[in-house]
């Protein structure tokens, strides 16, 4: 297969200014979008917010030790005569509530931007560009941005350290000699300026009091800058190689030229969490940035499907070659990602751990496992405090929060900490990695956690005696979100993934010569079986009106065979269920995820004109911007779980899953579609 080739003819190519869509350079760790001047010039004419964000980049609001998790309110749910508290509602300590939701929250780290001056004196707006032409090379990630001013020629080339936090440029153009062009950095307040759960989270950029800017030291050529705000702060620094550097605000700094007759400005942008960032050029940064984008795409899986008839494979192609991408960047660090991840804060910059799957389990399945290994560390650092979590509640083992910041403290929120669908996640990921990598060192990594998981899980579940069964909740939340706390009870997904995490588990102890915890296998053994009525799946068992009053929001009834082997499903009824779901959801409330989840169900289902129909669905929530990001609504223009779906529902459909059958590309229908792979693996 010609990789390059695959992958270049899905260039983003922009011939004008694309608000909702700005391309993204970035190395898993630190993120920089630009939009068409190849820098964040027009920062307030994009709706989607030109980002620096890095995974170490953090504050807390006033300092760390504001309030803590006992200064919320608890509200305590009857869990079989057991009271069991969940901070659910803010009561009579709103402040606490607010504070432990919104903190920590991701920084936006700056901006770097052109001053761009008309030949009349004023600073040019977008529309006063012409002759726009950006692309950005994924085989080696690097943006070209070109551009005119009052006719006079702009080139620019920025480019992402593979290593380091740090942003190369080099500008050409006449504007730099006649003074018409400068570059300068402006940092944020590193408070938030809209709160809405909805609604990207804005930095404040007009409150230079609750922040500081220091200069370290500073020669002809570069400045090191010392970045506070409360009891954090950050270092950046600035490397050129000619121009001259001006103060020009409380916490910004202005780049212009040499002087003279020069036409250009070369420069670097690097920023660290404790300690001054290593020098860097453009140069360094983009050869840094094709050796790793090149070995990127070299290695791990490849799909080609050039020879298809069908209208929409290149579409589809497109999607999995920019996802690839987006999600190397946005989704492969140190820490499970936000849903907009290194673009701009939604839900403060939070991660929400029942997305990690979504974000993260495509890179085993494409062959790239270190991608996922990265953040499944995290885990293990944070096991203290879901074995706190859980003892709190009077549970054993280890209960994984739903949205947390980098400290992996659980947030206060009126739906996530009833959620329950992230807490075999990690075992399920673990498994991933295992399969990718089948040594006792993987065993022993993740040994912990995976066993501590299983202990919470069998904890939670209530044995049934007049069923013979055990159950989950009430009270819980299911996936589907629009359900009461008080009411949810055997969600068809949750029961299957109960059972398959367990069983997980009793495997990685007979893998490691250990004694399982009998439980383990008692539990799996006896879960309560998905709830039906009239020959389709429920949303939960006390849900009757599932397909009229709650077909909203997530259908993650069909999780229960896609996601997973659905070992306690009854096939016809799950394909009564899909074509249930497909023909009466209000598919303008679903989420990205939602679609390729679909198509997953109907390719184990052998229904594989479905899969592809679900997976390339017209509705809003299935849009995939020229940037390749998952459109879902104003204020959540970029949503990572979809790409990260859709990944795994094409690695699904064309290398199939453990039990299946062996035939090949089983979730592509036979006529109309060219499916050639390479490097990919079944999912389990």
């Known amino acids: 297969m010609n990789r390059k080739e695959i992958v270049s003819r899905h260039n983003p190519v922009l011939t004008k200014a694309e608000p909702l869509a700005p391309l993204s350079i970035g190395n898993g760790e630190f993120g920089f979008s630009v939009d068409v001047t190849g820098l964040q010039t027009f920062y307030d004419d994009y709706e989607t917010p030109l980002g620096t964000q890095s995974n170490w980049g953090w504050h807390y609001t006033g300092g760390r030790t504001v309030f803590a998790a006992d200064d919320a309110a608890y509200q305590r749910f009857d869990t079989y005569g057991r009271p069991v508290p969940y901070p659910m509602k803010p009561e009579d300590k709103a402040e606490a509530y607010h504070w432990l939701r919104q903190n920590p929250h991701r920084l936006q780290l700056g901006r770097i931007a052109f001053r761009l001056l008309r030949k009349d004196g004023a600073e040019a707006k977008l529309g006063d560009l012409e002759n726009v032409r950006q692309e950005l090379d994924l085989w080696t990630g690097v943006a070209r941005s070109a551009f005119a001013l009052d006719g006079v020629p702009v080139e620019v080339v920025t480019s992402c350290h593979a290593k380091r936090d740090a942003v190369g440029v080099s500008v050409r153009s006449r504007l730099i000699a006649e003074g018409r062009l400068a570059v300068f950095l402006r940092f944020p307040a590193p408070d938030m300026t809209h709160t809405s759960w909805s609604k990207a989270v804005f930095p404040a950029w007009d409150r230079d009091d609750r922040h500081r800017t220091v200069v370290e030291h500073e020669t002809s050529s570069s400045v090191a800058l010392r970045r506070t705000m409360d009891e954090d702060g950050y270092r950046v620094r600035w490397d050129w190689a000619e121009g001259r550097l001006e103060r020009t605000g409380v916490h910004e700094f202005t780049l212009t030229g040499a002087g003279g007759d020069a036409e250009t400005l070369s420069f670097a942008v690097g920023f660290a969490p404790d300690r001054d960032p290593e020098p860097t050029t453009p140069e360094e940064a983009e050869q840094t940035s094709r050796e790793h984008w090149t070995a990127f795409w070299t290695y791990g899986g490849a799909v080609d499907f050039s020879g298809s008839l069908d209208a929409r494979a290149f579409e589809l192609e497109r999607r999995v070659v920019l996802s690839q991408y987006l999600t190397a960047i946005h989704s492969g660090g140190s820490l499970p990602p936000q849903e907009t991840g290194l673009m701009y804060n939604s839900w403060f910059g939070k991660m929400h751990l029942e997305m990690h799957w979504w974000h993260a389990a495509h890179f085993p399945l494409w062959g ?60 399920t990921l673990a498994e991933l990695l295992y399969r990718a990598e089948p040594n006792r060192d993987t065993l022993e990594r993740y040994a912990d956690l995976v066993f501590a998981s299983a202990d919470f899980m069998v904890s939670f579940a209530h044995w049934n005696e007049a069923r013979r069964s055990y159950d989950l909740g009430p009270p819980l939340i299911p996936a589907q979100e629009c359900h009461h706390m008080h009411e949810g009870k055997n969600p068809p997904y949750e029961l299957e993934y109960w059972k398959y995490g367990l069983e997980i588990a009793v495997r990685w102890a007979e893998r490691l010569g250990l004694r399982a915890n009998p439980m383990w296998a008692k539990v799996a053994g006896a879960m309560a079986h998905p709830p039906q009525r009239d020959g389709v799946y429920l949303a939960h068992e006390l849900c009757p009106d599932t397909f009229t009053a709650k077909n909203r929001d997530h259908p993650s009834m069909l999780g229960a065979l896609g996601m997973l082997p659905g070992t306690l499903v009854d096939r016809e009824t799950m394909r009564n269920t899909l074509a249930k779901v ?77 039990d299946g059958n062996g035939e090949p590309n089983p979730g592509f229908p036979k006529d109309g579609w060219s499916v050639r792979w390479e490097g990919l693996h079944p999912i389990l």
């Open 582 to 658: 497909r023909d009466v959801w209000h598919w303008e409330s679903a989420w990205g995820w939602d679609f390729p989840m679909s198509a997953m169900t109907a390719a184990r289902l052998g229904e594989r004109q479905a899969a592809v129909d679900f997976l390339l669905m017209d509705t809003t929530k299935n849009t995939y911007l020229p940037n390749g990001h998952n459109y879902q609504r104003p204020g959540l223009t970029a949503y990572l779980p979809g790409n990260g779906g859709l990944l795994i529902a094409v690695a699904m459909m064309a290398a199939g899953w453990h």
């Open 368 to 427: 790239r496992p270190w991608l996922l290994r990265k953040s499944m560390d995290w885990y293990n650092a944070i096991l203290p405090l879901a074995q706190e979590l859980a003892a709190s509640q009077g549970y054993e083992g280890a209960r994984w929060p739903k949205m947390v910041g980098f400290d992996g403290k659980q947030s206060p929120s009126p739906v996530a900490p009833g959620l329950i669908w992230q807490q075999p996640h990690p075992m």
